[in-house]
């Protein structure tokens, strides 16, 4: 059974071969506070959707008399204004001060959008008093709800942006896919070699073991020669000998020649 802990494993070759590299790497740039976390991040920036959603449908609904789809295409037009562009420039400017782009007029056009959206809905709901009051008149309560609906979504916006930009970290990122890279790259250079060392060791065997077989050759045609040397060795017996040591030699031979030329192919490559 393969041990699952384990970045290495034998392949059907007996070859080491590591595996899932990148989640020993990963794990460097795992978030190191829960605020980092992109699930806790995404979630604090849907609350500060939601709440700035709910107070423009509700401001909406008091002042417009337009139809209920009119009515959809102005929230969401002001929402996307005051609450998913913070996010995107909080994005910018990360990546402006991590030294990734250059786009500071962007970064520039975007805080207008939202500024003109927050400031809009401080405007109307600033003209509007009147019209939330029950009694019609400008009491303090009146003043205090007014004053809140105009402070929550600068808040919302605000905290959306700032939780952007402290969970957003593209130099990380760019920095994770290029180690991650140059590990996948170093594991198949080592294969290579571990490859080419193999073939080395094996054709060193072969070349000893050819050495072999024509000293024994040699011995043995020594031996026969040998007039005054007593063998039980017949004819046909030191035939077969030959025989098999001359395959053997073929069979040396041509292995060596393919292991050479897998090492010179390797070596091309």
Known sequence: MRNTGSF??????????????????????????????????????????????????????????????????????????????????????????????????????????????????????????????????????????????VIVPIMTSLTSGIVSYYAYDPLSKKILKEEIGIAELTEEIRRKLDTGYYNIAKRSLLNEAVAICNNVRVKLMEYLGNPTATNMLSESQVDDVFNRLNKELVSLNDSIDVINDLTDKAEIK
Do not use: H, W
Request: glycine share 2%.
């Open 8 to 149: 290495a494993r034998k392949n059907n070759m007996g070859e080491l071969v590591c595996e899932d590299l990148d989640r020993a790497i990963k794990k460097k740039y795992k978030p190191d506070t829960i605020c980092k976390s992109s699930i806790i991040s995404f979630f604090i920036m849907v609350i500060c959707i939601t709440i700035d959603i709910a107070f423009y449908i509700n401001l909406f609904r008091l002042i417009s008399y337009d139809e209920p789809n009119m009515i959809i295409l102005e929230v969401a037009g002001l929402s996307m204004a005051s609450d998913f562009v913070p996010i995107y420039i909080a994005m910018i400017a990360k990546r402006i001060r991590q030294g990734i782009s250059k786009e500071k007029p962007l970064l520039a056009l975007s805080i207008i959008v939202t500024a003109i959206a927050l400031i809009t809905n401080a405007f109307i709901r600033i003209a509007t008093m009147s019209t939330v009051s029950s009694s019609g008149t400008l009491d303090a309560p009146t003043l205090c709800i007014t004053l809140f609906a």
